[in-house]
Every structure is written in C-alpha cells, then in structure tokens.
C-alpha cells in the first residue's frame, strides 16, 4: 500500500473513534493525542480498527511508534500485509 493509502485507512480509523473530530485539520507531525482528545481506551480501540483494516498487530511496546499520523504512516507501510 501507499502511504497516502494507509494515511486514508488511519484517518477513517480514528473517524470511527472519534467522530466529533475534523480529520481534515490533523497535523501528521504533532501527536495524535494533543491534537485529538482522546483517552487510552480510545487509542487501544484506534489501534483496533487498524487491525481490522490493515492486519497489522501493533504489540502495545510499539505504541509509540503511532504518536503521529506520519509515524504511524512509516510504521504501518512496514508491518500492513497484502490482505489491506
């Protein structure tokens, strides 16, 4: 997948999660939970849908490589198998 593919899977994802946000506003360099107000049963349920989408397995030691849109862009492009 593209990066701009998987950044649409991302974005579609955390719309699931939080609805209430204005995707269209997100910076890919500053950190997801700044910019969007969500808690930790929010993030693992993002990571979910990722999952869903993607199949990718996030283990939580490698959270923090979705802190930004953009890193989060590299890590699932790295890890997304063909089934997305």
């Known amino acids: 997948m593209t990066a701009e593919e998987i950044r ?3 974005l579609r994802a955390l719309g699931r999660v939080a609805p209430e946000v204005d995707l269209t506003s997100l910076r890919g360099d500053l950190p997801l939970r ?4 969500i808690d930790s ?7 979910i849908e990722l999952h869903r989408e993607l199949g990718v397995d996030v ?3 490698e ?3 979705l802190a930004t849109i953009d890193s989060a862009v590299t890590y699932l492009q790295g890890h997304a198998s063909s089934k997305a």
């Open 8 to 10: 649409a899977v991302l």
């Open 34 to 37: 700044t910019q969007v107000d």
């Open 41 to 47: 049963i929010d993030f693992l349920n993002f990571v």
């Open 59 to 61: 283990p939580e030691a």
């Open 63 to 65: 959270y923090a490589a």
